[in-house]
């Protein structure tokens, strides 16, 4: 099972940008496709994107839509969620995940299919 541990969480404003990065170790990642999920004050975790083991094939909520980016490098063995023009409504404590099958060809979008879990990073935009 792989080992995920989120960083780049933090305060920041409406309108601004951030990173999130997903450090993998103890399995092939590059085997694996990965997602983000969040969990917004009070609310259950939810889907936020999803990438295939190759990074060809990605899936966004529609709330995310256009505003995030997901990529991996399966060099560094790294996933990141790239946000920008953050809303007040994207606080959460976002998630990384690893699917539990390899080499599917698609994305994964259930979190009953990811098998692997990272503890999360907090997010805080505010107004």
């Known amino acids: 099972q792989v080992q995920l541990v989120e960083s780049g969480g933090r305060l920041v404003q409406a309108g601004g940008s951030l990173r999130l990065s997903c450090r993998a170790s103890?399995?092939?990642?590059?085997?694996?496709?990965m997602g983000w999920f969040r969990q917004r004050p009070g609310k259950e975790r939810e889907f936020v994107a999803s990438?295939?083991?190759?990074?060809?094939?990605?899936y966004y909520a529609d709330s995310v839509k256009g505003r995030f980016t997901i990529s991996r490098d399966n060099a560094k063995e790294r996933l990141y969620l790239q946000m920008n023009s953050l809303k007040p409504e994207d606080t959460a404590v976002y998630y990384c995940?690893?699917?539990?099958?390899?080499?599917?060809?698609?994305?994964?979008?259930?979190?009953?299919?990811?098998?692997?879990w990272g503890q999360g990073t907090q997010v805080t935009v505010s107004s």
């Open positions: 103890g399995q092939t990642f590059s085997s694996y496709g």
């Open positions: 995940a690893g699917d539990s099958r390899p080499f599917r060809p698609r994305f994964v979008v259930l979190s009953a299919e990811f098998g692997s």
């Open positions: 990438i295939n083991w190759s990074g060809g094939s990605t």
